[in-house]
DNA sequence: TAGTGGTCTAGACCACGAA
DNA sequence: TCGTGGTCTAGACCACTAC
């Protein structure tokens, strides 16, 4: 440990409980990452490494380690044997400039409400089968909606779900987004599979969602699975590019 | 373990190599991938507990709990305390019908090349400065090439690179990828955060890619970082989206 | 040579779900 | 009640890097 390593102070690993139902490593990982946001972590510094940690904070290295695993994995913090830890350089915030309006959409500023479309049960075709995991010509609930948020169109959401779930209700659809409706029946997604492109839009898709006609559209594909490996739905969805976007961060290993 | 409990047969986790630089939890995930896509695990079966395999194998907890897990961030086991650990239902290859053209250029069986269109040194502004943790106005590489494969054009990737690399040669990225030139400087890729979106193509753009006029484009902003956590490169990349599509794994944990 | 992270072991106790 | 995964401990040895 040389001079360059940085301390992190005693008071950001304050309140730690023992007893309840979290987890040491992931408050420990949450302090961590709320001292890389605050700015008392600058990015490239490096940190103890995990023994000293551990001993500091009294707790064994697996599990400092898997604190800093955590972290790791979400592209915060890098390791190299033989070096230690560091800061991954570069700003944790957009490291892209937003749109105003898209700004406001993800941080939930605006009033999110759902048009629907199309609700009916049909059978599944051969290829939909395959993706749910059902039989071909099983009953599946199809959902055509627009979602809008303060009055603005910003995609149009295509679903199929297999048999459990046909009789979720129009009602229900208007007033939450799918995935709470299936939560509320004690469905949890765990696995979601998807195939993000683009394409231009239909004449009736630029009506829809008041964009030139064959402007460009961000689509995904998705089959999504819950906790027990069940595929729950498969969807295609198309967005509004000025509107939406996808992030990622990948981590090589 | 009940019934329904599949036991993998010893010939699976047969020619373990405890002496070799493979570690032991990779060796056993990687035969565990291969008895799923074998088709011997089939969807939805259940596997022995941690402690089973571990005592079958002579292994211990951990180490069977490692190699569970990188398959459970891969999406293709799911666990539930209590009732054990099952593979994903649903089938593990292609998802969505990919066109014949993108499977091969996602195979590799056609020939990359690559053609430059544009190799200066620039200064940095402001918004290139902060992606690439750079001073403002400090010497960066600008490039812009067309990618194409089998002589169709399939992107136009924009990258721009900070100082130490602004002597890479315009030979090197005609026969190499970036990637490849960068690593053959030692340069080891770690962290990629990046943001897919979608427009509308420009006119040369549409000329340069071989589509329609005002066409849509798949569109990529990347930051990417090496192993030390140091910005190495900024990217914006736009696709043929009829050629080009990105897919993506999503596990909540 | 010293310090770091990477791997592995052999236990322990607990929370949750099913029977 | 029992079996499962989730968490945690206290060590050990090794590979890699910098000095």
Redesign the pocket.
């Known amino acids: 440990?040389?001079d360059s390593?940085n301390i992190l102070p005693r008071s950001v690993f304050m309140d730690m409980d023992?007893s309840g139902?979290?987890?040491?490593?992931?408050?420990v990982a949450s302090r961590i990452e709320a001292a890389i946001h605050d700015g008392e972590l600058r990015p490239g510094a490096?940190?103890?490494?995990?023994?000293?940690l551990?001993e500091r904070l009294?707790?064994?290295?697996?599990?400092?380690?898997?604190?800093?695993?955590e972290l790791?994995d979400k592209g915060l913090l890098v390791?190299?044997?033989?070096?230690?830890?560091q800061v991954v350089q570069g700003k944790v915030t957009r490291d892209l400039e937003l749109t105003s309006l898209y700004e406001d959409l993800a941080r939930g500023n605006k009033h999110p409400k759902t048009r629907l479309l199309l609700h009916e049960v049909t059978e599944a075709d051969g290829e939909l089968a395959e993706s749910l995991a059902v039989e071909k010509g099983s009953p599946v609930l199809h959902l055509r909606r627009l979602r809008t948020a303060d009055e603005t169109p910003v995609a149009i959401l295509e679903n199929f779900l297999p048999e459990p779930f046909i009789d979720i209700g129009e009602s229900e659809l208007v007033d939450h987004g799918l995935y709470q409706v299936l939560r509320g029946r004690g469905v949890t997604m765990r696995i979601a599979r998807q195939r993000i492109s683009a394409r231009s839009a239909t004449t009736e898709e630029a009506a829809l969602l008041g964009i030139s006609r064959q402007g460009a559209l961000l689509t995904m594909d998705r089959t999504a699975f819950d906790n027990a490996g069940v595929a729950v739905e498969w969807g295609h969805h198309c967005y509004r590019p000025d509107l939406y976007s996808f992030e990622a961060t990948l981590v090589n290993r």
Chains 1, 2 share one sequence.
């Open positions: 440990m040389n390593t023992r139902p979290m987890p040491l490593y992931y408050q490096r940190i103890e490494n995990e023994i000293a551990g009294g707790l064994s290295r697996p599990t400092i380690r898997r604190a800093i695993q790791v390791r190299r044997r033989g070096i230690g830890t």
